[in-house]
């Protein structure tokens, strides 16, 4: 069991990577802690005004997070100082989906935690060249170190990430898990979130 002192230590080196915020969260599955991580961005430009939904595949585990979050999202609840109602279901996206799973086996194989990339990329970057175009909103958020029954639990305990999470301006979602044994976390979680 995790001292308090031991989840202290883990909130702000989750802090320190990401600049995002990071939390309490459950017990992570593997590795040496936990972090976590939200990102969100308005008013994107796209080439294309194709709503097409892209490859409708999904692991059992992106399914579940995919699950865990529309049930989340049914709830109304508080995210630190913001108030939201239940918000719609999201939908899957496999262009999102793309972008989720190569930026967390990226952070996986580089050993890296964080929203940008190693070689610079951004999410609005990575979900563009995934094939997520004509977008209007993005979000997203990150995990690592959790398994699949507790991730969606520690976005929502995290205010900023709670807040990506049931924001109802989003409609659709891709996730992205990675399992790399011998890693800092062991498991690499992406949450990419948008509206087009």
């Not at 690592?144 to 979602?173: F, N, R």
Request: aromatic share 10%; glycine share 12%.
């Amino acid at each position: 069991m995790k001292t308090p002192l031991t989840f202290l230590t883990i909130g702000f080196f989750a802090l320190a990577l990401t600049a995002c915020g990071g939390a309490n969260l459950p017990s992570p599955s593997a590795g040496a802690g936990a972090a976590v991580g939200s990102s969100e961005v308005s008013g994107g430009l796209g080439a294309s005004s194709s709503k097409d939904a892209g490859p409708q595949d999904m692991t059992a585990e992106e399914r579940m997070v995919l699950e865990q979050t529309n049930k989340a999202r049914a709830v109304a609840r508080t995210c630190g100082d913001q108030q939201f109602a239940a918000a719609g279901p999201l939908t899957w996206n496999g262009y999102l989906a793309k972008s989720a799973r190569a930026h967390s086996q990226d952070m996986a194989d580089k050993s890296y935690f964080s929203h940008v990339g190693l070689d610079g990329s951004t999410m609005i970057k990575r979900d563009e060249a995934a094939g997520y175009s004509a977008w209007q909103e993005l979000g997203e958020n990150i995990a690592a170190g959790y398994a699949v029954a507790v991730v969606v639990q520690g976005w929502i305990d995290s205010p900023s990430h709670c807040k990506t999470l049931m924001d109802p301006k989003y409609k659709e979602l891709g996730v992205g898990y990675v399992y790399k044994q011998g890693t800092q976390y062991g498991t690499y979680w992406t949450q990419e979130y948008g509206t087009r």
